[in-house]
Nanobody
Framework: QVQLVESGGGLVQPGGSLRLSCTASTSIFSIYAMSWYRQAPGKQRELVAQ???????NYVHSVKGRFTISRDNTKNTVYLQMNSLKPEDTAVYYC?????????WGQGTQVTVSS
């Protein structure tokens, strides 16, 4: 069992920035593909960004050019740098770790973009 602990959420004004972190309790973090999802009230959970074990990244269209996913395998941590935040980015953000046949989720961290 892998535990994922997210941090870094909070309240920010439109145009501001936040950096989310997700630390995993596993010694084989490097083999996991890591993802950030989000779920806004009344909406389905959506994939925001992914980073493979090899470092390849993918983003949902709405965050391209504003968000950056990265990982530090020495710290068992994946990050989501969020810039130019918009009110529509408000959601609970979840971290996920996956390898064939296995997937783990964090508890989520709230991001609220509001003036």
């Amino acid at each position: 069992q892998v535990q994922l602990v997210e941090s870094g959420g909070g309240l920010v004004q439109p145009g501001g920035s936040l950096r989310l972190s997700c630390t995993a309790s596993t010694s084989i973090f490097s083999i996991y593909a890591m993802s950030w999802y989000r779920q806004a009230p009344g909406k389905q959970r959506e994939l925001v960004a992914q980073i493979s074990s090899g470092g390849s990244t993918n983003y949902v269209h709405s965050v391209k050019g504003r968000f950056t996913i990265s990982r530090d395998n020495t710290k068992n941590t994946v990050y989501l740098q969020m810039n130019s935040l918009k009110p529509e980015d408000t959601a609970v953000y979840y971290c996920a770790a996956a390898r064939p046949g296995v997937e783990y989720w964090g508890q989520g961290t709230q991001v609220t973009v509001s003036s």
